[in-house]
Each structure stands twice: as structure tokens, then as C-alpha cells.
């Protein structure tokens, strides 16, 4: 393809784009073949214009970057956001992509609300897939990336490839990282969602603001000219709900609000029943009944954004409801790993900030008579601020605490520990390694009993170290879950003779 037609899609004027032909795109220098465009970029840890001359000798026939950058036998496409106009570029090049493409942004629920609308999409007989924290979902599977947002370039290879596979729906996380970072931009986006906000991430964006401005980039930027934007708006007043939907409208888009305050899928009650919960919903002057098979009120709210934006994308009103009836777990998400031989059910749950916590603990609340014990920890090298706040949510809302190590990376894991101490209760116990906190926490459980293993929910590692000292540790809550059950139950039984 040539670079000149490229620029034309994006809209760029570049001087010398005539005749060059473009083979790919790569952000890694060592990716870089004959034809490649680079793109160079400066970033928190390295500074990717040091590789220019690695990739030129590779075969770049372009780079991507600043207007200071030393570009030296390829063609310097300068600009002063070089990551919106790498992205920009990618778009022309990836083709097709799928026909309808919904994001997701927000704190918390971002997973399980992509994913839940991949789910409608596909009962409602459409070829649909989710990319976020779980990876690629598709019809016929899923593969695991490793990032909430991927990179552009791995990003736009994957939209082509599921377009080529014959999807046509397509939800996807909208990370404040990858908003940031423009590595979302280029498609049309025919819808966005807000699910809330709440602090996370201040290790990166420093401050409430600058994080809620990245998260807002979705409205601001991305989602197409006269789209739509589907936003919760819960029981409670919320200031930065209320200015999501401020953004929405300032540039143009069809407000769609969800919730008990929503004035497009209104929550009229919630009623929680054994193994999930029934909805009651208002929707275009009629009200529905819906039995929802998940517990917790932010599964509700999860299912309910996911309905307008199979709603908001043509999907036919009955056949979307009668799809919230039939939703699956999200792996990791409130996802109840097995019940012990005592009969205490062990739930295992993403969440790893304050507000995502309470609502995790809140959600168990009302399938017990008994206790809950919650076991978590905190993430290393990310936002220390947050973890006092933890301590304090788990052990007000739980009857007993376990805190534990999570991803301690470059820090030291009791000083974490430690710091989560600090803001709980009497009710806590320190026990640092992870497999001996989960063994203690389903051992001493009785039936009247919910053990609630939060933080890295769908992970299959745990990240000791950082830089070239880091190591990833083979480990999942859930497997771990079933391993020490078991162990317990052998131990109490004796050998069989």
C-alpha cells in the first residue's frame, strides 16, 4: 500500500509520501521489516527515538515522531502527538474491520461489561467478540494479550483479523492508559459507555483530573461524530457522572443514560434471590421483569450498560432482555470458584481498588446469614494511596480479613502489607504468602460462611521484582482455591485403606 494514500485516509499533509510503499507498522524496533513504518515514541521508562537508527538500518521506510527527532535515511513524518498520527496512519493500513465497534471506559466493570455485550451481541445472533483484560473472545474462543488496551498496532491487527474471521460486532475496554496513549484511535467507534469512576491509576496520571480527562478522551474524541454514549447513573447523585454526560453533550453525542436515575433503562428494583438477582426495568414506556443470573448490584449495573449498548446498536429490545436472563459469569469476576466441603462458597474477584472492594463485598452480603472472610492485597509499584482505603473498606464490610501479597513487584511485599494494615481494624490477619492465606481463609470456613478472594481475579501469575529481576510466578486464585480444598479434605479424611 502506499504511504500517500495512507495519509490521504488519515487526513495528513506529508511532504515526500509519494512512491513509498508501506509493508506494516511496527512500535518495536526489532519488529521492523523492509517497508515498515516506525513510530518512535517517548515514553515513561524508554525513549524509543534512541532505536530510529535500528529500525532504519531494519528497513523503516518512515518514522513516526517528534519534530526534534534525528531521522536520518527514511522519511520523518514530524508531529507534535506522534502517537495520534502513528495511530491514524495504522487505521488505513488495517482493513477491513468489523461494522459496528462499541468501547468501554470507567474504574471498574469494564471487563465484565464488554464481555457482557459480546454475550447479548451473540444471542441475538450476531458473530461478535470482546478485546480487553481477558484478551481476544471471540465466537470461537479467546486468547489472552496480557493488556486492557494492547498497543495500536496490535490493536488494529486484531480488529482486521476478526473482520476476516467474519465478526461484525466488536466491544472493547477503553483503558484510561490506552486513551492517553492513543492507542484506540482510528476506527469508527458507533457507541461508548461510562460505567463510574473512582480513584485507581494515580501512580501514572498523578492526579483525579488528569485521570478522569484520559477516561473522557472517549467522549471528547473517539466515539464517531453523532454517536451515542451510554452512561450509569445510579441511585446516588454522582459529580463525575454528571460530568460524563456534560462531555457527551458538549460534543454532540445522544445521551443514553442507564440506572435508577436513567432515563433510557431505568432500574425501578432490584430484588436478590439465591443464585442472582430480578430486575426490574422501565424501557421506552413498558416495564420488564428480568432475571438476572448473577449476584451483586454492580453485576446489575454491568448488565444493564450492556443492554443499552445492544439496545443503542440496533438489537432487537426482546431478544436483548431475554439475553440478560441467559449471562454467563465473567471469568474473575465475582466468579464462584467452588464450594467447600463444609459448604462455604469461594468467590474470586477482580478487584483491587476501594470503591471495587465494597461493591464485591456488598454484592456477598446478602447471600449469607453467617460471615464473610476477604482475602486481598495490594499491587506493587501502582498507587500507594489507595491501599489504606482498602484496609479500611474490606475490614469495616467483612467479618474478618486476610491481607496478603498480590503482585508485590519492585517493592517489598510486607511494607505493602503493612500499609493496608494500617487503615483496617481489629479484624486482620497478616499472612503474606498467598496459597497459605487462601488455605487458611477455606479451612476455617464454615457453610455459614463466604470467603471472598479479591484482586487478581482472572490472572495466572503473580509479578515479583521489576525490571530485568522480575519473575512471574504460575498462579491462579481459582486453581489454588480448588488445590488447598481438596488438600483439606484428604487431610481430614486420613489415607484411604
Request: proline fraction near 4%; aromatic fraction near 6%; include cysteine.
Given at each position: 500500500?502506499?504511504?500517500?494514500?495512507?495519509?490521504?485516509?488519515a487526513?495528513?499533509?506529508?511532504?515526500?509520501?509519494?512512491?513509498?510503499?508501506?509493508?506494516?507498522?511496527?512500535i518495536?524496533?526489532r519488529?521492523?521489516?523492509?517497508g515498515?513504518?516506525?513510530?518512535?515514541?517517548?515514553?515513561?521508562?524508554?525513549?524509543?527515538e534512541d532505536f530510529?537508527?535500528?529500525?532504519?538500518?531494519?528497513?523503516a521506510?518512515?518514522?513516526?515522531?517528534?519534530?526534534?527527532?534525528?531521522?536520518e535515511?527514511?522519511?520523518?513524518?514530524?508531529?507534535?502527538?506522534?502517537?495520534?498520527?502513528?495511530?491514524?496512519l495504522?487505521?488505513?493500513?488495517?482493513t477491513?474491520?468489523?461494522?459496528?465497534?462499541?468501547?468501554?471506559?470507567?474504574?471498574?466493570g469494564?471487563?465484565?461489561t464488554?464481555?457482557?455485550?459480546?454475550?447479548?451481541?451473540?444471542?441475538?445472533?450476531e458473530?461478535?467478540?470482546?478485546i480487553?483484560?481477558?484478551?481476544?473472545?471471540?465466537?470461537?474462543?479467546?486468547?489472552?494479550?496480557?493488556?486492557t488496551?494492547?498497543?495500536?498496532?496490535?490493536?488494529?491487527?486484531?480488529?482486521s483479523g476478526?473482520?476476516?474471521e467474519?465478526?461484525?460486532?466488536?466491544?472493547?475496554?477503553?483503558?484510561?492508559?490506552?486513551?492517553?496513549?492513543?492507542?484506540?484511535?482510528?476506527?469508527?467507534v458507533?457507541?461508548?459507555?461510562?460505567?463510574?469512576?473512582?480513584?485507581?491509576?494515580?501512580?501514572?496520571?498523578?492526579?483525579m483530573?488528569?485521570?478522569?480527562?484520559?477516561?473522557?478522551?472517549?467522549?471528547?474524541?473517539?466515539?464517531e461524530?453523532?454517536?451515542?454514549?451510554?452512561?450509569?447513573?445510579?441511585?446516588?447523585e454522582?459529580?463525575?457522572?454528571?460530568r460524563?454526560?456534560?462531555?457527551?453533550?458538549?460534543?454532540g453525542?445522544?445521551?443514553?443514560?442507564?440506572?435508577?436515575?436513567?432515563?433510557?433503562?431505568?432500574?425501578?428494583a432490584?430484588?436478590?434471590t439465591?443464585?442472582?438477582?430480578?430486575?426490574?426495568?422501565?424501557?421506552?414506556?413498558?416495564?420488564?421483569?428480568?432475571?438476572?443470573?448473577?449476584i451483586?448490584?454492580?453485576?446489575?449495573a454491568?448488565?444493564?450498560v450492556?443492554?443499552?449498548?445492544?439496545?443503542?446498536?440496533?438489537?432487537?429490545?426482546?431478544?436483548?432482555?431475554?439475553a440478560?436472563?441467559?449471562?454467563?459469569?465473567?471469568?474473575?469476576?465475582?466468579?464462584?470458584?467452588?464450594?467447600?466441603?463444609?459448604?462455604?462458597p469461594?468467590?474470586?474477584?477482580?478487584?483491587?481498588?476501594?470503591?471495587?472492594?465494597?461493591?464485591?463485598?456488598?454484592?456477598?452480603?446478602?447471600h449469607?446469614?453467617g460471615?464473610?472472610?476477604?482475602?486481598?492485597?495490594?499491587?506493587?509499584?501502582?498507587?500507594?494511596?489507595?491501599?489504606?482505603k482498602?484496609?479500611?473498606?474490606?475490614?469495616?464490610?467483612?467479618?474478618w480479613?486476610?491481607?496478603?501479597?498480590?503482585?508485590?513487584?519492585?517493592?517489598?511485599?510486607?511494607?505493602?502489607?503493612?500499609?493496608?494494615?494500617?487503615?483496617?481494624?481489629?479484624?486482620?490477619?497478616?499472612i503474606g504468602?498467598?496459597?497459605?492465606?487462601i488455605?487458611?481463609?477455606?479451612?476455617?470456613?464454615?457453610?455459614?460462611?463466604i470467603v471472598?478472594?479479591?484482586?487478581?481475579?482472572?490472572?495466572?501469575?503473580q509479578?515479583?521484582?521489576?525490571?530485568?529481576n522480575?519473575?512471574?510466578?504460575p498462579?491462579?486464585?481459582?486453581?489454588?482455591?480448588h488445590?488447598?480444598s481438596?488438600r483439606l479434605?484428604?487431610?481430614?479424611?486420613?489415607?484411604?485403606?
Amino acid at each position: 500500500m502506499k504511504l500517500e494514500v495512507l495519509t490521504e485516509r488519515a487526513g495528513l499533509s506529508v511532504a515526500g509520501a509519494s512512491g513509498v510503499s508501506v509493508t506494516g507498522f511496527a512500535i518495536d524496533h526489532r519488529k521492523v521489516a523492509p517497508g515498515t513504518v516506525f513510530g518512535a515514541f517517548r515514553g515513561t521508562k524508554f525513549n524509543a527515538e534512541d532505536f530510529i537508527p535500528a529500525a532504519i538500518e531494519a528497513g523503516a521506510v518512515a518514522v513516526v515522531a517528534s519534530p526534534e527527532a534525528s531521522v536520518e535515511g527514511a522519511l520523518h513524518i514530524a508531529s507534535e502527538e506522534p502517537r495520534r498520527t502513528f495511530a491514524q496512519l495504522a487505521a488505513g493500513f488495517f482493513t477491513p474491520v468489523p461494522e459496528t465497534v462499541v468501547a468501554v471506559t470507567g474504574t471498574n466493570g469494564k471487563t465484565s461489561t464488554a464481555e457482557m455485550t459480546r454475550q447479548i451481541w451473540r444471542m441475538c445472533g450476531e458473530r461478535a467478540a470482546s478485546i480487553g483484560t481477558l484478551g481476544v473472545t471471540t465466537p470461537d474462543g479467546s486468547i489472552s494479550t496480557g493488556l486492557t488496551t494492547p498497543d495500536i498496532v496490535t490493536f488494529m491487527n486484531n480488529m482486521s483479523g476478526l473482520a476476516l474471521e467474519g465478526v461484525t460486532h466488536v466491544a472493547y475496554e477503553a483503558s484510561s492508559h490506552g486513551l492517553s496513549q492513543f492507542r484506540n484511535e482510528g476506527l469508527r467507534v458507533k457507541a461508548g459507555a461510562f460505567t463510574n469512576f473512582s480513584r485507581d491509576h494515580l501512580d501514572y496520571h498523578e492526579t483525579m483530573e488528569e485521570y478522569f480527562a484520559a477516561k473522557m478522551r472517549l467522549f471528547d474524541e473517539v466515539v464517531e461524530d453523532g454517536g451515542d454514549a451510554i452512561i450509569w447513573n445510579g441511585g446516588e447523585e454522582c459529580e463525575w457522572t454528571r460530568r460524563a454526560i456534560e462531555h457527551a453533550k458538549a460534543r454532540g453525542l445522544r445521551v443514553l443514560t442507564v440506572g435508577e436515575r436513567g432515563d433510557f433503562l431505568r432500574l425501578a428494583a432490584r430484588d436478590a434471590t439465591q443464585l442472582g438477582q430480578t430486575l426490574t426495568v422501565e424501557f421506552e414506556g413498558s416495564t420488564r421483569t428480568v432475571k438476572l443470573p448473577l449476584i451483586g448490584a454492580y453485576q446489575a449495573a454491568n448488565a444493564l450498560v450492556s443492554a443499552g449498548l445492544a439496545l443503542s446498536t440496533g438489537m432487537e429490545p426482546s431478544q436483548v432482555f431475554d439475553a440478560i436472563g441467559r449471562l454467563q459469569p465473567v471469568r474473575g469476576r465475582l466468579e464462584r470458584a467452588l464450594i467447600t466441603a463444609d459448604g462455604a462458597p469461594v468467590y474470586i474477584d477482580y478487584a483491587h481498588t476501594p470503591d471495587a472492594l465494597e461493591a464485591a463485598i456488598i454484592a456477598l452480603r446478602p447471600h449469607t446469614k453467617g460471615r464473610i472472610v476477604t482475602v486481598f492485597g495490594a499491587g506493587g509499584d501502582r498507587d500507594k494511596g489507595k491501599r489504606a482505603k482498602m484496609g479500611e473498606v474490606a475490614s469495616r464490610l467483612s467479618d474478618w480479613i486476610i491481607v496478603t501479597d498480590d503482585n508485590p513487584r519492585g517493592e517489598d511485599p510486607a511494607v505493602i502489607r503493612q500499609e493496608i494494615i494500617a487503615g483496617a481494624g481489629d479484624n486482620v490477619t497478616e499472612i503474606g504468602d498467598r496459597r497459605e492465606a487462601i488455605a487458611h481463609a477455606i479451612e476455617y470456613a464454615t457453610e455459614d460462611t463466604i470467603v471472598l478472594i479479591a484482586g487478581k481475579g482472572h490472572e495466572e501469575g503473580q509479578i515479583i521484582g521489576s525490571g530485568e529481576n522480575m519473575r512471574v510466578l504460575p498462579f491462579n486464585d481459582v486453581t489454588v482455591a480448588h488445590e488447598e480444598s481438596g488438600r483439606l479434605v484428604k487431610e481430614s479424611w486420613g489415607p484411604i485403606t
